[in-house]
C-alpha cells in the first residue's frame, strides 16, 4: 500500500510517504519553504498544504498521486468544535473545523489526479500515539502523547498491542501541559510554540522556588488525566520583553514549572504502568521534546524503556497518521531505524553545485578524517551529509562540529547562530564511548531526545559540551547506522584523545535547518564557519589552509 501523511494543522506542515509498511520520505515544508515552523498556528492558516514536500514525496518514490492507496490527514474534523453555520464562533475554530473537512478537494487541487475519496482522515493524538508505537517497534507498550492540543484534548494515555491502540485516558482541553508551557514560553519574552527548549535551558540556571504553588496548580486525577487552574504567571515574576535579560526569579519560575512538568509526566506514567504492567512506553506530542523531563522519567519512572518519536511536535503526525492508515489497510509498518528520511543529493549533483556556485572545492582522500583534522585545528566545520533530518533535532547529517575541548566554542558557536549566550550546544560520541563518560540518561541515545550527566573526570575535557547544571544532550553514533560520522568522531579521537565532537543544527538564528546544497552555501558564505564538508568534498574559507592553527585561534 502508497499512503502519503500529511500534517496541515496548526504548525509544522509535514509530508511523510509510506510503502508496503516501510518509511521512503518524510519532509518538513520550512525546509523547503524556508519558513521557520511552516506556517502560523491558527485557524486562517489550516487550508495551506505542505505542497512542496508532499510533491517531493512523491518524486523522491517515482509514484504519481493517482497510484496512492490512501492521503492519511492527521486531524479528525468529526471530533473538533462543530461551526453550525457559523465560522467565526470560538476563536475560528469553525473554520480549522470547515477547512479540514474541505481538505480532500484542497488535496487534489495540489496533487492532480488524485482521487479525493482516498482521504482518510486520523486523530491527531492517534497519529501522533502512531508516530511512536509503530516507529520504534515496541509491541506492547505504552503510549502517552503529550502535547499542546488536538481537536479536543492536549493529551492521550494508552496501550499498544499488535498495531492494535487502546486508549485509556485523554485529558480535554483547556487544560493542557503543552500549552502552560507555551505561556510560560511567552511569559519569558520567547516565540510561543516554537521556543519552549529555551525555557528548558533557562530552567537550569534556577531554583524551584515556587514549587508549591504549581503543585496546587497542576495536578494529576486519578484517573489518568490532570487539571491545569488558573496560573497568572506575573505573580511569580513580570513578563519579559523579547530580547531582555532574565533574573533568578524569571529563571526560578521556568525551573518551577519544569519540576512540576516532570513530577506530572512521573504521575501520569505511574498510572499508566498501573493499568498495563508493560515494560516499554514511548512518547510523542510536543512536551515528549522536553528531554529533560524525558531523562527524569528514563531515571525515576516505572518504564525500563523509554522511546521517543524524534519529530514529537506536529510534523510526526504526518508519519504517524501514514502509519496508522497503513496498519489500517493490513501493512505491517516497519520500525524507523534513522531520522534521516529527507533530501540527499548524489556526489555528481554536488559537484555541480558547487561549480555553479563557482567556489572552490577539494575531494581528501577521506572527508571524515579531513573535518577531524579541522576539528582538532579548532575550526569550525558546517557537515551536510547524507539524507536531511526528520524532525527538528540536527543529527548529523546537517549539523555544525566544533572541538568540545574548548569552552569558547560554545560562545563562538551561539554567536554564529545569533542564539542567546544561556543556551547549550551537545555533545556528538561514539555510541560505544559513550558510557565512559556521560551516565544518567538512556544509551543508545541516538535521537538527542534524554539529558545526561557527565561524569566529574570527563567535564573538563569537554568544556563547551557541559550545561550550567552538570549536564548534556548527547547523541550516540552507531557504527553501523553513521559510518561516516563515526569514523569522524574515530579520526577526531586519534588526533585528541577526546571520542566527542560538538553538534548543533546548521542553520542562523531564526532560520529553519538547512537542507539542500544551496541552502549551505548560503549559511557558510554568510556565518564564519571555516569549513564546509559537503559529500566528499570540503570547502575552505580563503585564508585558511589544511592543518594551520592561526595565532589568534590559538589564543581563544
Ligand atoms: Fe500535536
Redesign the pocket.
Known amino acids: 500500500m502508497k499512503v502519503l501523511g500529511i500534517n496541515a494543522v496548526?504548525h509544522d506542515p509535514a509530508a511523510a510517504l509510506v510503502i508496503d509498511g516501510v518509511t521512503v520520505a518524510a519532509a518538513e515544508e520550512e525546509r523547503f519553504s524556508r519558513r521557520k515552523h511552516g506556517k502560523p498556528p491558527v485557524a486562517f492558516s489550516t487550508w495551506e498544504l505542505p505542497e512542496q514536500s508532499m510533491a517531493w514525496c512523491l518524486a523522491e518514490a517515482g509514484i504519481e498521486p493517482a497510484a496512492l492507496d490512501a492521503v492519511a490527514y492527521s486531524y479528525e474534523p468529526d471530533l473538533a468544535f462543530q461551526p453550525n453555520g457559523d465560522i467565526t464562533a470560538a476563536e475560528w475554530e469553525g473554520l480549522r473545523t470547515l477547512y479540514a473537512r474541505r481538505a480532500p478537494l484542497f488535496l487534489s487541487t495540489a496533487l492532480p489526479g488524485l482521487d479525493p475519496d482516498r482521504v482518510r482522515w486520523v486523530p491527531?493524538?492517534v497519529a501522533?500515539a502512531a508516530s511512536a508505537t509503530f516507529a520504534s517497534g515496541f509491541d506492547p507498550c505504552g503510549v502517552l502523547v503529550l502535547?499542546?492540543?488536538?481537536e479536543r484534548a492536549s493529551h492521550l494515555a494508552g496501550r499498544s498491542s499488535g498495531g492494535t491502540l487502546e486508549i485509556l485516558a485523554a485529558q480535554r482541553l483547556p487544560h493542557s501541559l503543552g500549552l502552560l508551557y507555551e505561556e510560560l514560553t511567552a511569559h519569558l519574552g520567547f516565540r510561543r510554540s516554537s521556543d519552549e527548549y529555551k525555557v528548558m535551558a533557562m530552567a537550569s540556571y534556577g531554583e524551584p522556588e515556587f514549587i508549591d504553588a504549581f503543585r496546587d496548580l497542576v495536578r494529576t486525577d486519578g484517573r489518568g488525566g490532570f487539571a491545569v487552574g488558573d496560573v497568572d504567571l506575573s505573580s511569580f515574576a513580570p513578563a519579559l520583553a523579547p530580547g531582555a535579560e532574565f533574573t533568578p526569579r524569571h529563571a526560578a519560575l521556568a525551573c518551577s514549572v519544569q519540576r512540576r512538568l516532570e513530577e506530572i509526566l512521573l504521575e501520569l506514567a505511574g498510572w499508566l504502568h498501573a493499568r498495563t504492567g508493560d515494560r516499554d512506553l514511548v512518547m510523542a506530542?510536543?512536551v515528549a521534546l522536553n528531554c529533560v523531563a524525558n531523562s527524569r522519567l528514563w531515571r525515576d519512572g516505572p518504564f525500563e524503556r523509554v522511546w521517543v518519536q524524534p519529530a514529537a511536535?506536529?510534523s510526526g503526525?504526518a508519519l504517524g497518521a501514514a502509519l496508522q492508515v497503513a496498519h489500517e489497510l493490513g501493512d505491517a509498518p516497519a520500525p524507523m531505524e534513522s531520522a534521516a528520511l529527507g533530501r540527499g543529493w548524489d556526489d555528481t549533483a554536488l559537484a555541480r553545485r558547487l561549480a555553479t556556485a563557482d567556489v572552490a572545492f577539494e575531494r581528501p582522500a577521506d572527508v571524515a578524517d579531513a573535518v577531524a583534522e579541522a576539528l582538532a585545528d579548532n575550526q569550525v566545520v558546517a557537515w551536510f551529509q547524507g539524507r536531511s533530518e526528520f524532525g527538528p533535532r540536527a543529527l548529523g547529517h546537517r549539523s555544525l562540529l566544533a572541538d568540545p575541548r574548548r569552552h569558547g566554542n560554545l560562545e563562538k558557536l551561539n554567536d554564529i547562530k545569533g542564539r542567546e549566550q544561556f543556551r547549550p550546544v551537545a555533545p556528538m560520541v561514539l555510541a560505544e564511548r559513550a558510557g565512559e563518560i556521560f551516565d544518567g540518561g538512556p544509551i543508545p541515545s541516538p535521537f538527542m531526545l534524554f539529558t545526561h550527566r557527565v561524569r566529574p573526570d570527563w567535564a573538563e575535557r569537554i568544556p563547551a559540551v557541559v550545561h550550567v547544571d552538570g549536564t548534556a544532550r548527547i547523541q550516540t553514533v552507531d557504527r553501523e547506522q553513521e559510518p561516516l560520522m563515526a569514523r569522524c568522531l574515530e579520526r577526531f579521537e586519534a588526533r585528541t584523545g577526546v571520542p566527542v565532537v560538538v553538534n548543533t543544527s546548521l542553520n542562523t538564528a531564526g532560520r529553519p535547518m538547512v537542507d539542500d546544497p544551496r541552502d549551505a552555501l548560503e549559511c557558510f558564505g554568510s556565518s564564519p564557519v571555516d569549513l564546509l564538508a559537503i559529500g566528499p568534498f570540503v570547502v575552505r574559507r580563503a585564508g585558511i589552509a589544511a592543518g594551520s592553527e592561526s595565532a589568534e585561534r590559538a589564543a581563544a
Do not use: K, L, S, W
Not at 147 to 150: Q, V
Open positions: 496548526f491527531h493524538h501522533h502535547d499542546g492540543r488536538g506530542g510536543g511536535g506536529d503526525t
